[in-house]
């Protein structure tokens, strides 16, 4: 009688332990069963998560390593875009409560996006992990094993991953600056997970590991991120306003009604000429409910005399009619702003793939 594996689903166990809940090698080979690392397998139909993938890698498979890089980053919170490993930054939720230290609460993370399954051509992401310098690399499927110097960890769950700090210098031999940033920014805000990891940690931490791969560019990150950042795309839009040379915004102003006490918060704000600039991620284009809140939220914010423009993840890419825009709303409130001329200019200079990777969440709409 066959065996239905879907009994054990998320289970990712060695052969023999598979042999002894009645599976025979032969099922092991077949499309029932996927191997994730030599003598590993998993239910084809129902995966074992990310979070077991790593433990397996690092009490079983290659004992002692360090989960690091994009794997981290990803059980940690730390943003970074989905150009990255596949796709790998889909997999992971919604970010925690504020507030919240990491271990509190680690994320179960799927190894395969909803609706994708391994039958039909999904596969399962790479996972990162460091190893003191001189030992011998173990693992080749499904891994990339780094030969690094050792660097601060972090106990999270039944894991040891790289410490938040480090994570953010692995990123940098990875990621260009404006993505960078947009780490740096997630992990220096309130509303991450890793709200209490701040800019001193991360200029200790360069301080200690000066000479080594990604501390310049970290260190360049560091001087341009802000503390109160919300989301991957606010930080690129605010990358973007200065590469032009327009003023630096505010980022999350907040601005509370005198006469309800109702506050709210400016995505980019220049507080002495009225003028935001509001990042619109996938949320204010789901329902109705949110295009009516948006609506209430401008003409509430209107009364109080700031006007809004709008961006989104379009712009980030082909920012140049966001930013003459922009310009134009701040010459006419009396800013100092360079020519359109000069933006156009800034912006033919980009590079087309170093600007960013692309921070939304998901690319429908924006390709």
């Known amino acids: 009688m066959r065996r239905d594996p ?24 077949g499309p029932d069963f996927t191997r994730v690392y030599r003598g590993f397998h998993t239910p084809t139909d129902h995966p074992a998560s990310l ?29 970074f875009s989905w150009a990255l490993d596949g796709g ?63 660097g601060p960890v972090l106990e999270l769950g039944d894991l040891v991953v790289s410490a938040p700090v480090e994570v953010l210098r692995e990123l940098a031999t990875m990621l260009p600056l404006y993505d960078l940033v947009a780490a740096v920014d997630g992990v220096l805000s309130a509303a991450q997970p890793l709200a209490r990891v701040g800019r001193a940690d991360i200029s200790r931490h360069l301080e200690l ?16 991120a802000r503390e109160d950042v919300r989301s991957p795309g606010e930080s690129l839009m605010r990358m973007l306003v200065l590469a032009a040379g327009l003023p630096e915004p505010d980022p999350n102003l907040p601005v509370t009604d005198p006469v309800t006490g109702q506050r709210r918060l400016l995505d980019l704000a220049w507080q002495d000429a009225g003028f935001a600039l509001e990042y619109d991620g996938d949320g204010h284009r789901t329902t109705k ?10 003409d509430e914010l209107a009364a109080l005399g700031w006007t809004l423009a709008r961006a989104n993840g379009w712009d980030a890419l082909r920012p140049l009619r966001i930013l003459r825009r922009l310009a134009r709303a701040l010459r006419e409130r009396g800013s100092a702003v360079p020519s359109d001329e ?20 998901r690319r429908s709409g924006y390709r």
């Open 51 to 79: 979070n077991a993938m790593a433990f397996v890698l690092q009490h079983r498979v290659l004992p002692g390593c360090v989960i690091s890089h994009t794997t981290a980053a990803l059980l940690l919170g730390v943003p």
């Open 289 to 298: 409910e949110q295009w009516r809140e948006d609506e209430a939220r401008r």
């Open 88 to 150: 790998v930054a889909f997999l992971r939720p919604g970010p925690g409560p504020a507030g919240s230290e990491p271990g509190d609460d680690v994320p179960l993370i799927p190894s395969v996006r909803p609706g994708q399954s391994l039958r039909t051509g999904a596969r399962l992401p790479l996972l990162h992990a460091r190893i003191p310098q001189g030992e011998a690399k173990a693992v080749r499927r499904g891994v990339h094993v780094h030969r690094w110097e050792p």
């Open 6 to 29: 879907g009994r054990y689903r998320g289970a990712l166990l060695p052969r023999a332990r598979w042999e002894d809940l009645g599976y025979h090698p032969r099922d092991l080979a």
């Open 342 to 361: 000069h933006i156009a200019r800034v912006v033919a200079a980009l590079p087309s793939r170093g600007v960013t990777l692309q921070l939304e969440r």
């Open 209 to 224: 590991m000066s000479g080594h791969r990604g501390v310049t560019l970290l260190r360049a990150a560091l001087a341009l």
